[in-house]
């Protein structure tokens, strides 16, 4: 992963999501048409504090987060990445 050269307003994290699971735990090949979007990733860009809200996330965390309807994706250099508020993030793992 190259290093990103850019900014996010305040308030939004940057994430690059896990992979979604080609296997089940028992061995079972999952087909893409039944494989969910994966609602973990790791955070690779932060934006500054809100007025009213701290930015409790940092690059690197781990996070989880609530599914959306609309997900907001980005391509940036060839890798894909989902920009969220941090309001959205339900569960850290620093």
Known sequence: MAE???RILAGMILVKAFEAETKTASGIIIPDSAKE??????????????????????????????????D??????G???LLISQSDVMYILG
Request: aromatic share 8%; charged share 35%.
């Open 4 to 6: 990103l050269k850019g």
């Open 37 to 70: 979007k994966p609602l973990q990733g790791k955070v690779v860009l932060t934006g500054k504090d809100k007025k009213d809200e701290p930015m409790e996330v940092k690059v690197g965390d781990t996070v989880f987060y609530q599914k959306k309807y609309q």
């Open 72 to 77: 907001t994706s980005l391509n940036i250099d």
């Open 79 to 81: 890798e894909d990445y």
